[in-house]
């Protein structure tokens, strides 16, 4: 099976998704703001993602942080988007990193890249290079590997990824973004909280 983001739709009735739904539109909706790759694909769903999940808020200013990152987009070009991705999160000197080997070791392509390329690979799931050229411990495709396990209601196994992986660094990831302005700002402040959740559910 491959890794792939599937543009979740919203549809009328969504207001009836459970709550494992409403997590899985998430972690897709995270993934599309956190691989390069998805953003420009992604963005006209992206917004009505944002909308379904204003309806599952889970702390008091995250309807606003919804808010806000649409209008960043409306009034501002793609373009701005993607070069605030790459001021944030590409360039050697960028202030936040997405890679767990990055935050564990210091380096890139540790012993945590390939613990997370085990886990895949016990779960017969493979990274489709159409989707990202991220290796496999980035954050938005541990975001993809989460929402795959959980359509396939991989409870246990979900928790174990969780716990090794993004447990380990996304207090670390929404510290950065909060000393920053614009789009990722209240992107770190919806990652904030439903992390938050996450981590209660999984420990």
Same mark, same amino acid.
């Given at each position: 099976m491959i890794i792939q983001s599937h543009n979740i739709?919203?549809?009328?009735?969504?207001i009836d998704s459970t709550f494992r739904s409403a997590r899985i539109v998430y972690y897709d909706f995270l993934a +599309?703001?956190? *691989?390069?790759?998805? *953003? @420009?694909k992604h963005l $006209?769903?992206?917004? $009505?993602q944002m909308d379904f999940l204003a309806g599952f808020a889970l702390r008091d200013g995250d309807e606003v942080a919804f808010e806000m990152m649409k209008k960043e987009i409306e009034q501002k070009d793609i373009e701005d988007i993607l070069n605030e991705y790459t001021? *944030? %999160?590409?360039?050697?000197?960028s202030p936040v990193s997405l890679y767990l080997s990055s935050w564990l070791e210091e380096c890139n392509g540790? @012993?945590? *890249? #390939?613990m997370v390329r085990n886990m895949l690979k016990d779960q017969a799931l493979i990274l489709s290079?159409?989707? +990202?050229? @991220?290796?496999?411990d980035h954050l938005g495709i541990l975001c993809l590997f989460m929402k795959q396990l959980l359509e396939q209601a991989k409870e246990e196994e979900a928790r174990e990824v969780f716990? $090794?992986?993004i447990a380990k660094i996304w207090e670390k990831i929404v510290f950065g973004l909060r000393a920053e302005k614009g789009f990722? +700002?209240? %992107?770190?402040? #919806?990652? @904030?909280? %439903?992390?938050s959740l996450e981590t209660s559910l999984m420990s």
């Open positions: 739709g919203i549809q009328t009735n969504a +599309s703001f956190l *691989l390069y790759e998805l *953003l @420009e $006209k769903i992206a917004k $009505k001021r *944030l %999160f590409s360039m050697p000197n540790g @012993e945590s *890249l #390939v290079r159409a989707i +990202s050229c @991220e290796n496999e716990n $090794k992986t990722y +700002s209240y %992107f770190g402040i #919806v990652m @904030e909280s %439903f992390f």
